[in-house]
């Protein structure tokens, strides 16, 4: 279930947006699954980059000052192949249109290889419905929280639509 709350959403308190696609409601608009052994190291081999990196910041803003960075690009085909995630998560496949896409990715992890921030870049260029996208998600380990759904005043519609998601349909 997806919620969302504030002038967008039609109110001030959260509003029921209804069910999201598997994928949406898995990840968001990251399409690097970095829950997937199989996604992450196919990224990290292709890596362009792959060196100590500086302090980075996880979910709940605290300072992780050892890291190890990769970085790499990969197209959207690629991605889907390596990905086992995206392929299942993605019911109708991956629109033929959007493979040759690149995607300039980042990894920062800790020391012992849990991903603390996952970065995607691509730009599509001109034709396609969205003309560029980043994403950043931030991620915090040994973590003790709960997470419950929020009380909500009504089912909304999300004004911002998912453009990620609409690369995926045929």
């Given at each position: 279930m997806l919620y969302g709350a504030g002038p967008a959403y039609g109110g001030k308190s959260w509003?029921?947006?209804g069910s999201a696609p598997?994928?949406?409601?898995?990840?968001?608009d990251q399409i690097i699954d970095a829950f997937d052994l199989g996604t992450l190291k196919?990224?990290?081999?292709?890596?362009?980059?792959?060196?100590?990196?500086?302090?980075v910041h996880?979910?709940?803003?605290?300072?992780?000052k050892k890291t190890w960075s990769y970085r790499g690009t990969i197209t959207f085909s690629r991605l889907f192949k390596v990905s086992k995630p995206s392929g299942t998560c993605s019911a109708g496949g991956l629109n033929p249109k959007y493979g040759g896409i690149t995607?300039?990715?980042g990894i920062a992890t800790d020391m012992s290889g849990k991903p603390i921030v996952v970065q995607a870049v691509w730009r599509p260029g001109e034709g396609f419905p969205l003309q560029a996208a980043t994403v950043a998600?931030?991620?915090?380990?040994?973590?003790?929280?709960?997470i419950k759904?929020?009380?909500?005043s009504g089912k909304a519609r999300d004004p911002y639509g998912d453009d990620v998601i609409d690369l995926f349909r045929s």
């Open positions: 509003m029921k947006l598997h994928s949406a409601a898995l990840y968001g196919a990224l990290v081999a292709s890596a362009s980059m792959n060196k100590a990196g500086g302090t996880d979910a709940d803003d605290r300072a992780v995607i300039h990715w998600t931030r991620f915090s380990w040994d973590v003790n929280a709960s759904a929020p009380r909500v």
